[in-house]
């Protein structure tokens, strides 16, 4: 498929590529020298704001021929029964499905300055415009790749794309390996003070059993081998410990001993501590720190408490030698924070480029709903990635009991 547009900016570049290599598994090809374009003769398109004498034409609003980030203006406009933006008044599209895509995947809304955020700074979900648009748990981008596809297939019978192949994904964050062992003393003390003023005896003598070192069945102690065709994915946290980062040291044995069993089944990923977002230099040394423990190459990650900045904490993953991040989702609602389930590349608005950064979207965290709701709202998302193809990635927490 050949892509015409007057200028070939890393905007349109990123998401010609996004749609056509990501989601409909087929080449494209770029150019901007008009002539060249009209003597093609198999399938292509244009995408300019004047108009192209040619059979496939999107008419294009200036968002990809920009480089800087503007607030944008969301001027709801309906195509079939959705509500989108970006209207057009000629060619074959109703509004321009690339911005969109673009505005969507490059987290666009996410770095301006006046947004709301929670207690934790983060961009909650009730904010972003697919939560106002009503389309939060749906994979528009994927909608609009199709959609576009169908365009060319009508007027290019030969065109062919294939949709990605739909697969789920368990991935696990350890933010408290176990609940009794692994623990100092002066954290027992404190654990066994609390039981007892809360009357939980029974809580306060398995801290002390623990504590002289007996065998307890510890409730945290929920990591087994998984039958599914794909290896699960354990982020494990390193940091020191902090008032949001509680995890077992990595000097202790249970923590080494715990990293030992995991490496035999799943994969080990780097689980960034709460400050990391902050203190970006936190990410290569809690990276280091479980590189020697596991004696394994980390490239894996995601953020403890979903918490990251644009473009900043991606910056500082890749320094650190990442190259794929599972931090992609809603911490407070469920759904497609960039409404797309296939991996992809992170693009730095502020360098205004592409990076090497791969971005692995999540669907679903524990915690959020109760487990009755959890298991509802599952069904409602794996039925929509299955139709559209791609991954549907879950996130549970071993610790998290009450799941």
């Known amino acids: 498929m050949l892509l015409y547009a007057s200028n070939i900016t890393p905007r349109i570049s990123y998401t010609f590529r996004v749609i056509f290599e990501r989601i409909l598994n087929c080449p494209i090809k770029f150019t901007a020298n008009i002539d060249a374009f009209l003597a093609t003769k198999g399938p292509k398109m244009a995408y300019s704001p004047q108009q192209i004498e ?28 959705i509500m989108l933006f970006y209207p057009t008044k000629n060619g074959n599209f109703p509004v321009d499905f690339v911005a969109i895509i673009f505005f969507l995947i490059s987290r666009y809304e996410e770095y301006y300055e ?24 749906k994979l528009i981008v994927h909608r609009l790749a199709i959609a576009i596809a169908e365009i060319l297939v009508a007027y290019y019978p030969q065109f062919e ?8 994904l368990s991935t696990h964050d350890v933010d408290i390996a176990y609940q009794y062992k692994g623990k100092p003393w002066w954290r027992w003390c404190g654990a066994i003070t609390k039981a007892l003023l809360r009357l939980r005896f029974e809580h306060a003598n398995n801290y002390l059993k623990a504590t002289l070192g007996k065998e307890i069945a510890d409730p945290f102690d929920n990591f087994e081998p998984e039958n599914a065709p794909s290896k699960p994915i354990y982020f494990i946290l390193t940091s020191n410990f902090t008032k949001y980062d509680k995890n077992i ?40 720190c479980l590189e020697e423990v596991s004696q394994l190459k980390i490239t894996k990650s995601r953020q403890h408490f979903l918490r990251f900045r644009f473009p900043d904490t991606f910056r500082a993953l890749i320094k650190a030698g990442i190259t794929d991040d599972y931090s992609l989702g809603w911490h407070d609602e ?9 991996p992809y590349p992170f693009f730095d608005l502020v360098k205004n480029e592409e990076t090497t950064l791969m971005l692995h979207p999540l669907a679903l965290m524990d915690g959020i709903f ?7 709202i599952l069904d409602e998302l794996r039925e ?20």
């Open 54 to 81: 040619t059979s496939v034409w999107m008419e294009a609003t200036p968002l990809l021929f920009e480089d800087n980030i503007v607030k944008q203006n969301i001027v709801p406009e309906k195509w079939e029964d």
């Open 114 to 137: 006046d947004n709301m955020l929670d207690k934790h700074d983060r961009f909650q979900c009730q904010n972003s415009v697919a939560h106002k648009l009503g389309w939060h748990r």
């Open 161 to 168: 794309y294939k949709t990605p192949q739909y697969e789920e």
């Open 249 to 288: 040291s990595p000097k202790n044995k249970a923590f080494r001993d715990l990293i030992r069993r995991l490496v035999e089944f799943s994969e080990i990923g780097l689980h960034p501590s709460y400050y990391s977002s902050n203190k970006t230099s936190l990410i290569e040394k809690e990276k280091k």
């Open 334 to 342: 469920a759904g497609f924070r960039a409404s797309i389930a296939v």
């Open 370 to 376: 109760s487990r009755e709701e959890d298991e509802v």
């Open 384 to 403: 929509e990635v299955e139709k559209m193809g791609g991954d549907l990635i879950v996130l549970t927490h071993n610790s998290n009991i009450k799941y």
